[in-house]
T-cell receptor, first 118, second 114 residues
Framework: AQTVTQSQPEMSVQEAETVTLSCTYDTSESDYYLFWYKQPPSRQMILVIRQEAYKQQNATENRFSVNFQKAAKSFSLKISDSQLGDAAMYFCAYRSVAGGTSYGKLTFGQGTILTVHP | DAGVIQSPRHEVTEMGQEVTLRCKPISGHNSLFWYRQTMMRGLELLIYFNNNVPIDDSGMPEDRFSAKMPNASFSTLKIQPSEPRDSAVYFC????????????FGPGTRLTVL
């Protein structure tokens, strides 16, 4: 079974600064997808960014980018020019594309609470 | 698109009562997922459907929980009888297929069992 670990329960950043959230995962599969979701106080789960494991190029979405290290099984999220609205819980998630009942299942990390200071 | 719709948004009930949570996936999506979020266990998958068929229900905690998807646009998660330890936020998510496509989440239902 896959596991996802977020080792930083809490992080803080000053507005306009850059912060990196860490995520590692364990899998024996060679093809899979990785996601970062944001959960603000409204509790809505919002997709931030997605990475296909077969792509070497790191995904980017505006101020959000990832550092995907497949061999190290690491998938960190970098938020540039942090804004007050970025304050939320961030979840790293792994999605299997292997056959069987694991197909398509999302496995989440424990989450990292990000605080943005004005 | 309206996104994934869940109802009710909040539910408060007493122990022993039946609770039914409802979900309408995004139109055209053929995979639907039910998750539960608690402080102790985080986000965990309860069950998921592909083309209205339950594929994996290994996350369903016990027989008190049941889920159905009678058609492509509607699913229910039922708890009978409910217990205080069932208190959690229940999310429904849908995706275009059950492979690598992104799962889009509903707003969740906050369930409190007294």
């Amino acid at each position: 079974a896959q596991t996802v670990t977020q080792s930083q329960p809490e992080m803080s950043v000053q507005e306009a600064e850059t912060v990196t959230l860490s995520c590692t995962y364990d899998t024996s599969e060679s093809d899979y997808y990785l996601f970062w979701y944001k959960q603000p106080p409204s509790r809505q789960m919002i997709l931030v960014i997605r990475q296909e494991a077969y792509k070497q190029q790191n995904a980017t979405e505006n101020r959000f980018s990832v550092n995907f290290q497949k061999a190290a099984k690491s998938f960190s999220l970098k938020i540039s020019d942090s804004q007050l609205g970025d304050a939320a819980m961030y979840f790293c998630a792994y999605r299997s594309v292997a056959g069987g009942t694991s197909y398509g299942k999302l496995t989440f990390g424990q989450g990292t609470i990000l605080t943005v200071h004005p | 698109d309206a996104g994934v719709i869940q109802s009710p948004r909040h539910e408060v009930t007493e122990m022993g009562q039946e609770v039914t949570l409802r979900c309408k996936p995004i139109s055209g999506h053929n995979s639907l997922f039910w998750y539960r979020q608690t402080m102790m266990r985080g986000l965990e998958l309860l069950i998921y459907f592909n083309n209205n068929v339950p594929i994996d229900d290994s996350g369903m905690p016990e027989d008190r929980f049941s889920a159905k998807m009678p058609n492509a646009s509607f699913s229910t998660l039922k708890i009978q009888p409910s217990e205080p330890r069932d208190s959690a936020v229940y999310f429904c998510a849908s995706s275009l297929n059950s492979g690598g496509d992104t799962q889009y989440f509903g707003p969740g239902t906050r369930l409190t069992v007294l």
